[in-house]
């Protein structure tokens, strides 16, 4: 099955344009099985006591899931996590479940070595999203699981050679995904693996490298 393992919906991430079914339908059309809502964790993106908004976090997956039922489209649970310090620097948490999720530490406050620690802590991975877009730059690979080519139209480059080039470097996982956030055509990519039922077994497929990549290359003519 093909899943794109970064996608936003405007539920949680404010900087998204579509609903989960919005986002949904569109995976569908361009024959898309599955993905990863990898909302955003950021602090200035959170306006509320922080466990009613991991609430609505896990309610915007749950509301995806089961549109994703409807579609035939999986929906596995993830979040995109920014570090106050490095409000440049995002990183995709693949691993814990929505119920876990519910007493999730408050993330963006760690340096990354402590998110990493928290990671390998909790059976999930920590993925540098889309490194050297906007002068982002590839973080510190021992407290990395892997690196992620991102294929998100507006940016006009993947940067596939020079994630790769790193990933190589520091034996990283390598991980693709489009970025969606509704606010351009919906690219498909992502990874191909055996259906992953949920994000453990997603996990599981990573870790024991049994996966492809689908990589866009954006065209800007």
């Known amino acids: 099955m093909l899943i794109d393992a970064h996608i936003h919906s405007k539920g949680i991430s404010r900087c998204s344009r579509l609903t989960v079914q919005q986002v949904l339908d569109r995976c569908a059309q361009e024959h898309t099985q599955g993905i990863v809502l990898t909302n955003h964790f950021k602090e200035s993106y959170i306006n509320e006591p922080f466990r009613d908004w991991t609430k609505r976090f896990v309610k915007e997956y749950e509301d995806a899931k089961a549109y994703g039922e409807q579609v035939g489209i999986q929906v596995l649970f993830g979040a995109e996590v920014t570090l106050s310090r490095t409000p440049n620097i995002d990183y995709l948490l693949y691993g814990l ?3 876990e999720f519910l007493s999730v530490p408050v993330l963006y406050t760690y ?65 693709c995904g489009s970025d969606y956030h ?3 055509y919906k690219p498909r990519c992502g990874i191909e693996m055996p259906e992953a039922a949920d994000i453990e077994e997603f996990v599981k497929n990573l870790r024991e490298k049994q996966y492809s990549l689908l990589i866009h290359d954006i065209v800007t003519a």
């Open 97 to 99: 479940t929505p119920e």
């Open 182 to 184: 509704g606010d351009t």
């Open 111 to 175: 340096t990354q070595e402590e998110l990493y620690r928290y990671c390998c802590a909790n059976r999930a991975l920590l993925i540098q999203a889309h490194p050297y877009r906007n002068g982002a730059v590839p973080q510190d690979p021992r407290f990395l699981h892997g690196v992620e080519i991102n294929c998100h139209p507006l940016y006009k480059t993947n940067e596939k050679q020079r994630v790769t080039a790193f990933a190589k470097a520091h034996d990283l996982l390598l991980t």
